[in-house]
C-alpha cells in the first residue's frame, strides 16, 4: 500500500532553516504529483507547496513564496521542503501528500516549531 513518511523537523529559531523530506514507497512516484500540506494548532490543514510529477512544474501558498522550496529526487522516491527565513507562523505540523486514484494519501507529519 502507499506509504508516506516524513522526516526533518525540529525547532528553529526565526530566520533559520529546515529540510523536509518524505519517502514515499507502495506507488510508481515518478506517476504522480506530490504535495506539502501543513496543520497549526486549531488550524484547518492548508496547503503549502506542490511539485509536478517529472519536477518541471512547482506552486506555492502566497504566505511561502520566495522562501520555500519543494524539489524531488525521483530516482529516490523522495520529495522535499527546503524552508528558508522561517516565521514563527510557520509553525506546524507539515504532512506530505499524493492524491492517487482520486484517493488522497498522508504521511504521519513531522513537526516544525519556529522561535521567535
Known amino acids: 500500500q502507499v506509504q508516506l513518511v516524513e522526516s526533518g523537523g525540529g525547532l528553529v529559531q526565526a530566520g533559520g532553516s529546515l529540510r523536509l523530506s518524505c519517502a514515499a514507497s507502495g506507488l510508481t512516484f515518478s506517476s504522480y504529483a506530490m504535495g506539502w500540506f501543513r496543520q497549526a494548532p486549531g488550524q484547518e490543514r492548508e496547503f503549502v507547496a506542490a511539485?509536478?510529477?517529472?519536477?518541471?512544474?512547482?506552486n506555492y501558498a502566497d504566505s511561502v513564496k520566495g522562501r520555500f522550496i519543494i524539489s524531488r529526487d525521483n530516482a529516490r522516491n523522495t520529495v522535499y521542503l527546503q524552508m528558508n527565513s522561517l516565521k514563527p507562523e510557520d509553525t506546524a505540523v507539515y504532512y506530505c501528500?499524493?492524491?492517487?486514484?482520486?484517493?488522497?494519501?498522508w504521511g504521519q507529519g513531522t513537526q516544525v516549531t519556529v522561535s521567535s
Open positions: 511539485i509536478s510529477n517529472g519536477g518541471l512544474s512547482t
Open positions: 501528500n499524493v492524491r492517487r486514484f482520486s484517493r488522497d494519501y
